[in-house]
C-alpha cells in the first residue's frame, strides 16, 4: 500500500515524546503521587451506576462547570472544560491562532504549547528566556512588537524548569499583548500567584488548570480554562459536540468534594521536594529551584570523565541511562533547546524519591 501524503506542514513534526517505560519508580510526568480518597472512588461508583448510558451527556457540563465556577468564584459562563487542558490549549489555538497567525512561547517552557499551534497551522515564534530561565521583560515586548502573535503563552510555575512568572513580567505581558493571552497554570496550586485575578470582559486574558496534577486525576484527562464569556462562546464553536463524556464530568464534580485533600497532598508533595532539594544539592549537579511538583537539574561531571567533558559526551544521557538501570524513569530534558544535559525528577512518595536520590547517587559516581 501507497502511503497517503500528509500536510506538507506536518512533515517535519513528530508525535509527543515522552517513553512510558514500565519500571517500578515513574517520576517523569508530574503527575500526583498520591491516590485519590477511598470515599473519592466509592462515590463515583455509585454515581457511574446512575448515569444514562445510552442518552448523549449534558453538552453545556452544567454541574461540572457550575462546580468549578463555584471553586473560583466566577460564573459557569467564564468556565470552559476539556479532556486535558491540552485539549482546551487545542481549543484556544483553533479559535485564535491557525494558518497566517502567529502564536508566541518563551522557551524553554511546555512543548504542547508549540506543538499544538503548529498543528493549528500556526507560525510559532519562540522568544527565550534569560540563563537563569526568568523572562526578560525587553524580550517579551520584542516579540509582542515584531510579531504581534494572535496568541501568547506565558507557564507559571514553568514547565519544566520549575519556578512561577515574574508577576510583574505576567501584569507587562498582558497589558501590551496584541491578541489572547494564555497563561498555563497545571501547577497553580504550587504558586504563590495567579493570573486568575485578570480575567474580566475587556480583558483578552485565559487561565488554563487541570485536574492531572495536584487533583491526583490524571488518568480521567481533565482540564479547564478560566476566561471571558466572548471567549467562551469562541471555543464553544471549535469544540466537537458532546466531547465531554457523562463519566469525566461526573467524575471532575465529586473531585472537586475533596478540595481539603488535595490540599494536603500538596502539602506532603512541598515537604518532601524541598527534601529532595536538599539531598541532590550535595551531589555534583545543577539544581534549579522549585515552585511545583517536579525539580531540573543537570550533571555537572561523570567520575572517570574530566570536568566539563560533560556536555560532549552526554552526561544527561548518560545519567537518564543509568536511572533507568535502576529501575528510576525521569523525563529526559537533555535535547531540549536551552537545556542542554538537563534531566526532570518528579516528586514522588517518600519510598518513591529515596530510591530516586539513592540511584542518582549510584549514577553520578559509576564509572564506565
Ligand atoms: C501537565 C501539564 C499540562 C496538563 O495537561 P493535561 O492535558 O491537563 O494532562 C498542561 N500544561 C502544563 C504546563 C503541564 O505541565
Known amino acids: 500500500m501507497n502511503r497517503y501524503p500528509k500536510r506538507d506542514d506536518l512533515r517535519a513534526m513528530s508525535g509527543y515524546h515522552s517513553p512510558q517505560v514500565s519500571v517500578k519508580v515513574r517520576l517523569n510526568t508530574n503527575e500526583s503521587p498520591i491516590e485519590p ?21 449534558d453538552r453545556a457540563a452544567r454541574d461540572l462547570r457550575g462546580a468549578i465556577a463555584a471553586m473560583h468564584h466566577v460564573s459557569p ?19 485564535y491562532s491557525g494558518a497566517g497567525r502567529s502564536v508566541a512561547t518563551f522557551e524553554p517552557t511546555y512543548q504542547l504549547h508549540s506543538h499544538i499551534a503548529r498543528i493549528a497551522g500556526a507560525t510559532v515564534v519562540n522568544g527565550q528566556r534569560n540563563a537563569d530561565f ?14 504581534q ?7 507559571s510555575p514553568n514547565n519544566p524548569t520549575g519556578m512561577a512568572e515574574d508577576p510583574d513580567i505576567i501584569a507587562s505581558t498582558i497589558r501590551s499583548a496584541p491578541g489572547v493571552v494564555v497563561v498555563d497554570e497545571a501547577y497553580a496550586q504550587f504558586s504563590p500567584h495567579t493570573a486568575l485575578q485578570y480575567v474580566n470582559e475587556d480583558s483578552r486574558v485565559a487561565v488554563s488548570r487541570t485536574f492531572s496534577k495536584t487533583w ?11 476566561a471571558p464569556t466572548w471567549m467562551i462562546e469562541d471555543l464553544e464553536i471549535v469544540a466537537l459536540p458532546y466531547h465531554l463524556d457523562a463519566l469525566k464530568q461526573v467524575a471532575g464534580v465529586i473531585a472537586l468534594k475533596y478540595l481539603p485533600h488535595m490540599e494536603r497532598g500538596v502539602a506532603e508533595v512541598v515537604a518532601e521536594r524541598e527534601r529532595m532539594l536538599r539531598e541532590m544539592r550535595s551531589m555534583p549537579l545543577t539544581v534549579w529551584p522549585s515552585q511545583a511538583n517536579f525539580i531540573l ?9 574530566a570536568p ?12 537518564w541511562q543509568r536511572l533507568l538501570e535502576s529501575g528510576v524513569l525521569v523525563r529526559d530534558c537533555s535535547s531540549w533547546d536551552g537545556l542542554a544535559n538537563c534531566l526532570r ?24
Request: proline share 3%.
Open 37 to 57: 480518597p477511598a470515599e473519592f472512588v466509592r462515590e463515583l461508583a455509585a454515581a457511574v451506576g446512575a448515569i444514562r448510558w445510552n442518552r448523549y451527556p
Open 77 to 95: 459562563d467564564n468556565v470552559f472544560v476539556a479532556n486535558g487542558s491540552n485539549e482546551v490549549l487545542q481549543s484556544v489555538l483553533l479559535a
Open 134 to 147: 526568568t523572562l526578560s521583560e525587553d524580550e517579551v515586548q520584542r516579540v509582542l512588537r515584531e510579531h
Open 149 to 155: 502573535p494572535s496568541v501568547t503563552f506565558l507557564c
Open 216 to 226: 491526583s486525576m490524571a488518568a480521567a484527562r481533565l482540564g479547564y480554562l478560566i
Open 297 to 305: 537539574f543537570r550533571p555537572e561531571a561523570l567520575a572517570g570523565n
Open 308 to 319: 566539563g567533558s560533560g556536555s560532549a559526551s552526554g552526561a544527561g544521557r548518560t545519567v
Open 345 to 368: 525528577v518528579t516528586v514522588g512518595t517518600s519510598t518513591e524519591n529515596d530510591a530516586f536520590i539513592a540511584a542518582l547517587r549510584n549514577a553520578l559516581s559509576a564509572r564506565d
